[in-house]
C-alpha cells in the first residue's frame, strides 16, 4: 500500500537558519503530494502541493519539488521564524475522491 | 467561503461511556467528509470517509462508527468508549473531484 515516511524529530533550529524536512513516499501510481502544517492545538492547514513530477509548491517562504526520480517531497525554507514552530505533515493522495495517507509528522521549534 | 465546525473542543469522558462528536461544514454541497484520528506521538490515522449521505466506510476496525444524517454533517459515535480512544479527532472535507483536504479545528478527547 501507499505510505509516507517522514525525517525523525524533533528538529530545533535557530531564527533565520535554514530548514530542510526530508518526506519520501511509496506509492503504485502517480500521487499528488502535500505538506500540512498543525500550530500548537489547532487542526491542520494545508501548506503547500504538488500534483506532477518536477513541480514546485510554495507558499509562506517553504517551498518543496515533487522528485518522482528520488520519490521524494522535500519541505525547505531559506529562513526560519519563530512564528513556524509548528508539527508539519507530509502527505499523498492517489487521485481525487481519495484518502490521504499521512507521514508521522515532524515536530519544529524555533529559538529566537 | 467554506468553514468547517468541530464540537466540542475538549471533552472528557470515563470509559465505557457513549461518544457523540460533531462536524459541520458550510459554505459548500456533497462534500468528501473525513474523520481522522491523532493520538500521541503518532500520526494520522484515517478512521472514516464518506462520498455523500449515508455513505461511511471504515478504514480501520475498532470500537467507533461515523454516520451522516445530512449533506454536511458527519457524526463520529461510540458506545462505549475505551482508554485507547483518547487522542485528537479531527474532521476535514474536499470538494467532489479534488484530492486537497481542509481540516477543522479538532476535538481533543480525554478518557479517563
Known amino acids: 500500500g501507499d505510505s509516507v515516511t517522514q525525517m525523525e524529530g524533533p528538529v530545533t533550529l535557530s531564527e533565520e537558519a535554514f530548514l530542510t524536512i526530508n518526506c519520501t513516499y511509496t506509492?503504485?501510481?502517480?500521487?499528488?503530494l502535500f505538506w500540512y502544517v498543525q500550530y500548537p492545538g489547532e487542526g491542520l492547514q494545508l501548506l503547500l502541493k504538488?500534483?506532477?513530477?518536477?513541480d514546485k509548491g510554495s507558499n509562506k517562504g517553504f517551498e518543496a519539488t515533487y522528485r518522482k526520480e528520488t520519490t521524494s517531497f522535500h519541505l525547505e525554507k531559506g529562513s526560519v521564524q519563530v512564528s513556524d514552530s509548528a508539527v508539519y505533515f507530509c502527505?499523498?493522495?492517489?487521485?481525487?475522491?481519495?484518502?490521504?495517507?499521512f507521514g508521522k509528522g515532524i515536530t519544529l521549534s524555533v529559538r529566537p | 467561503s467554506q468553514t468547517i465546525h468541530q464540537w466540542p473542543a475538549t471533552l472528557v469522558q470515563p470509559v465505557g461511556s457513549p461518544l457523540s462528536l460533531e462536524c459541520t461544514v458550510e459554505?459548500?454541497?456533497?462534500?468528501?467528509l473525513y474523520w481522522y484520528r491523532q493520538a500521541a506521538g503518532r500520526g494520522l490515522q484515517l478512521l472514516f470517509y464518506?462520498?455523500?449521505?449515508?455513505?461511511i466506510s471504515s478504514e480501520v476496525p475498532q470500537n467507533l462508527s461515523a454516520s451522516r444524517p445530512q449533506d454536511r454533517q458527519f457524526i463520529l459515535s461510540s458506545k462505549k468508549l475505551l482508554l485507547s480512544d483518547s487522542g485528537f479527532y479531527l474532521c476535514?472535507?474536499?470538494?467532489?473531484?479534488?484530492?486537497?483536504?481542509?481540516f477543522g479545528p479538532g476535538t481533543r478527547l480525554l478518557v479517563l
Open positions: 476535514a472535507w474536499s470538494r467532489w473531484g479534488q484530492e486537497t483536504q481542509y
Open positions: 506509492a503504485t501510481g502517480y500521487p499528488s
Open positions: 459554505g459548500t454541497s456533497n462534500p468528501n
Open positions: 502527505a499523498l493522495s492517489e487521485g481525487a475522491n481519495s484518502k490521504l495517507t
Open positions: 504538488a500534483t506532477k513530477a518536477d
Open positions: 464518506s462520498v455523500g449521505i449515508g455513505q
